[in-house]
Nanobody
């Protein structure tokens, strides 16, 4: 079955950086679009980034564009999110999501990793 395991979250000061990882198993990772989404306290899920199967196409929400970089290593079945210039409003649980019918809302996701940026 599909398994997605996020890691790399933590407490970071404003302006700092973190790199999140998502280890994927149970499916042909290199055939699927992947997403990063996040959920801030008291809010719904927010899409933040997309990457195509070979990593050549990416897209970002305006809220993270220019600060976050999505990437993947298909030899390691791993998805990454490099986050820089972190702000307090980036505080959230971050999830990686496997594509399901071109809809990130429907795809399976992992347990998430907490990122906290104090104000």
């Amino acid at each position: 079955q599909v398994q997605l395991v996020e890691s790399g979250g933590g407490l970071v000061q404003p302006g700092g950086s973190l790199r999140l990882s998502c280890a994927a198993s149970g499916f042909y990772f290199n055939r699927f679009w992947m997403y990063w989404v996040r959920q801030a306290p008291g809010k719904g899920l927010e899409w933040i980034s997309t990457i195509n199967p070979d990593g050549g196409r990416t897209d970002y929400a305006d809220s993270v564009k220019g600060r976050f970089t999505i990437s993947r290593d298909n030899t390691k079945n791993t998805l990454y999110l490099q986050m820089t210039s972190l702000k307090s409003e980036d505080t959230a649980v971050y999830y990686c999501v496997k594509d399901f019918g071109a809809d990130w809302r429907r795809g399976p996701r992992g347990q998430g990793t907490q990122v906290t940026v104090p104000s």
